[in-house]
């Protein structure tokens, strides 16, 4: 395919229809309240369409489709080879859909096109594929009992799962979990974030050109009612959450209070990316840490936000890191050249300048630190970057935008010291060319994932993704999300 430069992406976003209805038992509909709210592209500030505002009688609505086709069986029924195909079916339509599912995701969220060309968008329609392809190759086991037993363990599907996910990659982290929980049998009902609908609504259309039968997957649009209404929906029973962890923590309670449905969890991070001294290529780790602070504006659960170096090499790496910034300057997202877009709204935007404000009394501002393109009418920040004590505000707080906090240190164990220090463990990274170092570092640090001489690689679906402490619990991805969407079932048989 031809790539398209930056005015056709601009004539197609124009002629684009955008679709704000939500999407239950098959149909695209309006709330029944009526009520909607603008979708605001962050790239100008300008509103793209009006979007179904949901409350509890859409949840009801969804919930209780989603609830019809489990006890029908018209999903979990089928054969896991049929299910199996009607999810191939349906990335296939994604990737034959993928430039106008990446255009929406761009307009609607301000990230690069770049990357929801090349990334976001054919990443969830492989998410689709491999969770499909394991589903008619998984057995159960046939447990160790005594002579007089078959003793079977199975796997179930839950029943209704319920999706609540962020704006940062708004389909891809949609569809690590709607994509094991539909593979393995189970009805979906998926709440994409207020700030980024317009891909999720156009997926599940595409699920029913698919073959998939109608109620099976539901989008339910709105912001933290319809989400709250679903943790506590008595009807559902699991809800699979990536967001913040005050939020993650607010769900857990609405289960606890209602049937104790399943609650996993994917929130946020404060990740230490540490060079040490015997680092074998700086410019390598100047460059991944750069990204790793900057790719995606920042608004990444994984971002190397804080940068622990040794003091030795840390104006060497400094240097480094401050030419790699360059790359990310600011632009319009929907120029294939740009690679650090808009802000996902007002209210972010706002929020990462406060903590810059915080950063500006609390340390020393390196590089960046302003709001750039205001003349655009959209949200746009510079990579920011501040030399501060591993006790500054925006050293121990989640930004979750382009702002890095470099933290010097003296040695491996201080390192490891102030790498732990924080109540979340999602990711950590390691620079070192010694491999005893590497070793008893990555045992040491608190974290989900550890990436020795590396940021942010080896995104393949193979690997678990999720955190330690505050961090979470459970894990996206691999043939370990299963688990979360299933449950586990004893058949013990007497034969005499
Ligand atoms: P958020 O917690 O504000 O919102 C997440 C989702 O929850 C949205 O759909 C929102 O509408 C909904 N919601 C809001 N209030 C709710 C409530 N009371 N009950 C139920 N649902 C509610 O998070 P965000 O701002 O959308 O996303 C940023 C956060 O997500 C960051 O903390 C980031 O680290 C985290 N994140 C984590 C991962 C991961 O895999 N660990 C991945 C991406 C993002």
């Known amino acids: 395919m031809a790539q398209k430069a930056f005015s056709d992406w601009i004539a197609l976003a124009s002629s684009l229809a955008y679709e704000g209805r939500a999407f239950i038992d098959g149909e695209?509909?309006?709330?029944?309240?009526?009520?909607?709210?603008?979708?605001?592209?962050?790239i100008e500030g300008k509103v793209l369409t009006q979007v179904a505002d949901c409350d509890g009688a859409d949840v009801d609505r969804a919930?209780?489709?989603?609830?019809?086709?489990?006890?029908?069986?018209?999903?979990?029924?089928?054969s896991p080879r049929e299910r199996k195909s009607v999810l191939m079916r349906w990335a296939s339509l994604i990737r034959a859909h993928a430039d106008e599912i990446a255009l929406l995701e761009t307009v609607d969220s301000g990230k690069p096109i770049r990357d929801t060309v090349a990334f976001d968008i054919p990443e969830s329609a492989y998410c689709i594929e491999w969770f499909a392809e394991t589903i008619d190759k998984i057995g159960g086991e046939v447990a160790p009992a005594p002579e007089t037993f078959v003793g079977l363990v199975t796997r179930e599907p839950v029943g209704v799962v319920a999706a609540i996910v962020p704006w940062n990659f708004p389909l891809l982290m949609a569809a690590w979990k709607?994509?094991?929980?539909?593979?393995?049998?189970?009805?979906?009902?998926?709440?994409?974030?207020?700030?980024?609908?317009?891909?999720?609504?156009?997926?599940a259309q595409l699920a029913i050109e698919a073959g998939m039968p109608r109620g099976v997957f539901n989008v339910v649009t709105g912001g933290g009612l319809p989400g709250k209404q679903l943790a506590l929906h008595d009807h559902v029973d699991c809800v699979a959450f990536t967001g913040s962890t005050l939020v993650g923590k607010q769900i857990m309670q609405c289960a606890a209070q209602t049937n104790l449905k399943r609650v996993w969890l994917e929130l946020g991070g404060k990740s230490p990316n540490i060079v040490l001294q015997d680092c074998a290529d700086l410019d390598r780790a100047a460059q991944a840490a750069a990204n790793a602070i900057f790719y995606n504006?920042?608004?990444?659960?994984?971002?190397?936000?804080?940068?622990?170096v040794h003091r030795k090499i840390k104006d060497a790496l400094l240097d480094r890191l401050l030419s790699a910034a360059r790359l990310y300057e600011p632009g319009n997202p929907l120029d294939p050249s740009v690679a650090m877009g808009a802000i996902v709204d007002q209210a972010q935007l706002a929020r990462v300048l406060d903590y810059i404000e915080a950063g500006r009394s609390e340390g020393k501002l390196v590089a960046g630190g302003a709001r750039v393109k205001q003349q655009t009418g959209g949200f746009y920040i510079e990579p920011t970057v501040f030399e501060v004590t591993p006790h500054a505000k925006v050293a121990r707080e989640e930004i979750f935008g382009p702002v890095l906090s470099v933290i010097a240190f003296d040695t491996v164990e201080e390192a490891v010291e102030i790498a732990n220090d924080t109540h979340y463990g999602l990711a950590a990274a390691v620079w070192s060319s010694n491999v005893n170092t590497v070793h008893e570092v990555s045992r040491q640090l608190r974290a989900g994932t550890v990436w020795v001489n590396c940021y942010n690689e080896g995104g393949e679906m193979c690997f678990p993704f999720g955190g330690y402490k505050q961090s979470g619990n459970g894990r996206d991805k691999s043939l370990h999300a299963l688990e979360k969407y299933t449950e586990l079932k004893s058949t013990i048989i007497r034969l005499r």
């Open 28 to 42: 695209l509909q309006w709330a029944q309240s009526g009520r909607t709210f603008d979708c605001i592209s962050p």
């Open 297 to 308: 504006m920042g608004e990444v659960c994984t971002a190397g936000s804080r940068l622990l």
């Open 63 to 78: 919930v209780s489709a989603a609830r019809r086709t489990f006890k029908d069986r018209c999903w979990s029924g089928l």
């Open 178 to 203: 709607f994509a094991p929980a539909l593979a393995a049998g189970n009805s979906v009902v998926l709440k994409p974030s207020e700030k980024s609908p317009l891909t999720a609504i156009r997926v």
